[in-house]
């Protein structure tokens, strides 16, 4: 119970952060913005070992590589960073959210090739 509150305060913050750093990235440099990745990333890893668990796994796999595929491929990004307005910071928040996704899946691919490989 503890632990499922814990992994849903994660990624409620860990999106609320990448949202305020994306939107914000011009104006976040040095030591705040390097704390505050960290932050992402520590919070990925937290959602990662608490929140998705059971059946949920396959599915949170299957939409975080998509997602990290895709968002990542440099003409995407390119063409994100390119409207006009808006491109750059919807281009931060997308940096911003796979810097809080990436280490989930990380863990929660690695959580699950633990549950294959075992008897």
Known sequence: MVDERIGNYSFTIGVVIALILGLASAYITGTAASVLVSILIILGLVVGFLNVTGKETKEFLLVA?????????????????????????????????????????LIVGLKDIIRIAKP
């Open 65 to 105: 590589a998509v997602l990290a595929v895709v968002l990542s491929m440099t003409s995407v990004s390119a063409n994100i960073g390119g409207v006009m307005y808006l491109g750059p910071y919807i281009k931060g928040v997308v940096d911003y959210i796979l810097v809080f996704i990436v280490p989930a899946v």
